[in-house]
């Protein structure tokens, strides 16, 4: 029995770090490449505790094999009992409260440009692109027209989407969020952002896609029975093509259905 759980606790950490030296390749990590700057300074937050986590892992794993080693040894001495060590727990308390409050410091900086308003990039402050309002169960989207800047309560020159987000690429963007019903949760996984859609609150939300493409949005919060139904996407577009879109869509709702009919009466 001696060498079975000595082999089993040894070889527990040997898999686990392995795992995780191969979990990359294998595609078992984060969704993807951050798309954004904020994200890769958050994925380099979980490497960082990932690592402080593995060396844990790994130091008491040897410390347990190192106890069973010397505990096992087969002689006649009589086992004794301890009521504990006093600097070893000192120890332990101290060295564990220090690497959470390194943690809680080294982060702040993230903490407060990912949620503090004051925070964000000036940019993204000053125009909002659009309001995303969530609710059973689709994304509502409310962008002002063209040339003018989204206000809180709805304008009637307001253009609407649903379950579409575009916003300009490779630029800090902000977003008010909303909920009409239930609590939801707006995940933009490749872009590292979730945050939760509260009754009764707007909330501001910034991120900013680095390169033009198509990136998931889903509902991460359970909602109700169509809450599977949440899947949307945001769409960077290139800053000209952003424009030229949001004309297109302001050109679509302005046209009332009798433009056509008026053109072929002057015929
Ligand atoms: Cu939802």
């Known amino acids: 029995m001696r060498w079975f ?5 040894t070889v527990c950490p040997i898999v686990a770090v392995a795992f995780c030296v191969i979990a990359p390749g294998m595609d078992w990590w984060f969704p993807s490449e951050a798309g954004s700057p904020l994200g890769e300074r ?3 937050l979980f490497h960082l505790i990932l690592y402080i986590v593995t060396g844990t892992f790994i130091g008491t794993q040897i410390a347990m094999v190192y106890v069973l080693w010397k505990s096992s040894k087969k002689d ?3 086992a004794w009992f301890s009521h504990g060590s006093h600097n070893l727990e000192v120890i332990w308390t101290i060295v564990p409260a220090g690497i959470l409050l390194f943690i809680a410091l080294y982060q702040m900086d993230v903490w407060a440009e990912f949620r503090v308003v004051s925070q964000f990039p000036k940019e993204a402050r000053k125009a909002p692109v659009a309001e995303v309002m969530a609710r059973q169960f689709e994304w509502r989207i409310r962008y002002p ?13 307001d253009l609407y989407a649903v379950n579409e987000i ?47 493409g198509e990136y998931t949005l889903v509902c991460a919060e359970l909602c109700g029975w169509g809450h599977y139904k949440m899947g949307a996407r945001v769409v960077a577009l290139a800053e000209e093509q952003f424009e030229a879109a949001m004309e297109e869509l302001a050109e679509q709702q302005s046209d009332d259905g009798f433009a056509d009919a008026g053109d072929s009466d002057d015929e």
């Open 5 to 9: 759980w000595l082999t089993f606790f």
């Open 145 to 157: 027209e063209p040339g003018r800047i989204l206000q809180i309560q709805p304008q009637p020159t």
């Open 76 to 78: 006649d001495t009589r």
């Open 166 to 212: 575009l916003v300009p690429a490779a630029k800090p963007v902000m977003i008010y969020l909303k909920t009409q019903d239930v609590q939801h949760s707006f995940f933009l996984p490749e872009l590292r952002v979730k945050q939760d859609a509260v009754p009764g609150q707007i909330i501001p939300v910034w991120f900013e896609a680095t390169k033009p």
């Open 42 to 44: 958050i994925d380099s």
